[in-house]
């Protein structure tokens, strides 16, 4: 079930960043202007986020498998 859970985080993490960077191919294609500029800012700063969540998550799962061992 762990694993599923995992898989269902990457999934889901693949989804976001796919989700992102069609936005952002969207909103370059719009005409550049300070506001857009900053919109695009943010959507590097959610990638970024997503990015270390993942991280997060991953090093949740290896030192739950290292526990696991211990256990043993």
Do not use: K, W, Y
């Not at 191919?25 to 719009?30: H, K, R, Y």
């Amino acid at each position: 079930m762990h694993e599923h859970q995992h898989d269902r985080r990457i999934a889901a993490n693949r989804a976001f960043i796919e989700s992102l960077d069609q936005l952002q191919n969207i909103l370059a294609q719009e005409r550049q202007t300070p506001e857009s500029e900053s919109l695009l800012s943010n959507i590097n700063l959610l990638e970024e986020a997503a990015a270390d969540l993942d991280a997060f998550f991953s090093e949740q799962d290896i030192q739950a498998g290292e526990g696991l061992d211990e256990e043993s």
